[in-house]
């Protein structure tokens, strides 16, 4: 049984490169998704397929949207689907494909075999990390298992700042894909994004001591955890982080948005 269904199907592809997303676990401050969905619209992409949600997802916990039909008063349904689109911009040099959609819930080993139905990935230096993994891990691996190469492009977003969208780990993951595949991008707007959202974050800790102390204290024991273990992280005597995270992402929802990463 397939689950994708075709709108259309790209011919004559230019060296297809799949870009994937996924809303979840794996997309701290949103800055997967708002990167593939800044380059879908920058390099015009047109959606030709979708990956039915119904097998791979607890509606309990990602539920279906109602909305209003385009050009109608009719309410419509709108299913949690993964969607693909092709890209193939004019000063691109080969054709894109990009996939988004949320991390799903069930049978992951089906739903990864499914999208390497759709074509290579592209292969740099492989990851180092170890530890839990989401579905982006197991559908590098299968990936890998069925001949393709691979690459996972991964942006730190500080914990305190992780659930606030954030453009300036947008702006790193395009600007990573833009040399990869030397892509035509232009992301002067999301670079002023970038500006405006670090002038917030200073702006919080120039009003606010406490949380001013909390960052700088989170910052050593980062420094010192790198210096003794790479990859180590900061624990025991740092203070409870969740009020001031809360403080932060307070602040920073109640600040006039700036130019939209998509």
């Not at 490169?17 to 992409?45: C, I, K, P």
């Not at 977003?157 to 453009?167: C, K, Q, R």
Request: proline fraction near 7%; charged fraction near 25%; glycine fraction near 8%.
């Amino acid at each position: 049984m397939s689950y994708l269904t075709y709108r259309t199907r790209p011919t004559a592809l230019r060296r297809p490169v799949l870009l994937m997303a996924f809303g979840g676990w794996n997309d701290a401050a949103e800055a997967a998704t708002n990167a593939v969905r800044f380059l879908r619209s920058a390099w015009d992409g047109r959606a030709f397929a979708t990956l039915d949600c119904e097998e791979f997802y607890h509606f309990g916990l990602s539920r279906p949207l109602v909305r209003i039909a385009p050009g109608t008063s009719e309410r419509e349904i709108v299913w949690p689907d993964t969607e693909f689109a092709h890209c193939r911009a004019a000063d691109l040099g080969r054709d894109v494909l990009v996939g988004l959609g949320g991390e799903p819930h069930l049978k992951w080993r089906t739903y990864c075999a499914t999208v390497i139905e759709l074509g290579a990935v592209l292969g740099v230096k492989p990851s180092r990390y170890e530890g839990p993994t989401g579905i982006v891990g197991v559908l590098s691996s299968a990936a890998r298992q069925a001949g393709f190469a691979t690459a996972s492009l991964w942006a730190n977003v500080p914990h305190y700042i992780s659930a606030v969208e954030n453009p300036r780990a947008t702006l790193a993951l395009l600007q990573r894909v833009n040399r990869l595949l030397d892509g035509p991008l232009d992301l002067s707007d999301l670079m002023e994004s970038a500006r405006q959202f670090d002038a917030q974050l200073a702006e919080v800790l120039a009003q606010n001591r406490k949380v001013a102390n909390y960052v700088k204290r989170l910052e050593a024991k980062d420094q010192e955890a790198d210096e003794v273990s790479p990859g180590g992280g900061p624990e025991g005597e740092l203070p409870p982080s969740q009020e001031l995270v809360a403080e932060i992402e307070r602040f920073l929802r109640q600040q006039p948005p700036g130019p939209s990463p998509a």
